[in-house]
């Protein structure tokens, strides 16, 4: 019985361990690309392919697809942003087709591979600010829950 419930556990665990971008796409992925380079001299990367997450700034549907600006966090081991105040800036990612402002909207963590096309500069509050700039190639928008799944706790009032 003991076995069985091991067995049990293992299985439900495995799944919650896969990283949020398929694995094809993370094989065309540059992984020794600093990301602190790549925000720094965006132009440098064109054409590379990068997983980038953070927390949504904004977005906005164009005629053009729909751009998603973010505020880039690091990602952990699944490849979903982290939940921190370090960041090296912000970027812009734009996606072919439409997606829904209300549900890709301010505040949300969110996971994207895509194709670096340079920078863009645009006015962010009343600066000129130069955004690292992406094409998606896949999304994946961290559902609320899904970052923490396991809580340990000892006491009341206290969780590690």
């Known amino acids: 019985m003991n076995r069985f419930i ?11 361990c896969a990283h949020v ?27 590379e392919i ?18 998603i600006e973010i505020v880039e966090k690091e990602l952990d081991y699944q490849g979903r942003p982290m939940y921190t105040d370090k960041t090296h800036g912000r970027f812009i990612v734009l996606h072919d087709g439409f997606l ?21 500069t645009q006015p962010l509050g009343e600066i000129d600010y130069s ?11 961290v559902q609320p829950g899904e970052r923490f799944p396991v809580h340990f706790g000892i006491g009341i009032f206290h969780s590690f």
Do not use: C, M, W
């Not at 091991?6 to 919650?16: D, E, K, Q, R, Y």
């Not at 602190?36 to 132009?43: C, I, N, Q």
């Open 50 to 67: 990068v997983v980038l997450g953070g927390a949504i700034a904004g977005s906005r549907n164009t005629n053009e697809g729909t751009y």
């Open 100 to 120: 829904d402002a209300a549900i890709y909207s301010t505040g949300r963590y969110i996971t994207v591979a895509g194709e670096v096309i340079g920078k863009r």
């Open 6 to 16: 091991l067995v049990l556990i293992i299985l439900s665990v495995i799944p919650g």
């Open 131 to 141: 955004y690292l700039f992406i094409k998606s190639r896949e999304l994946h928008l």
């Open 21 to 47: 971008i398929s694995g094809d796409l993370r094989k065309q992925v540059n992984k020794g690309t600093p990301v602190a380079a790549l925000f720094e001299h965006p132009d440098d990367y064109k054409g």
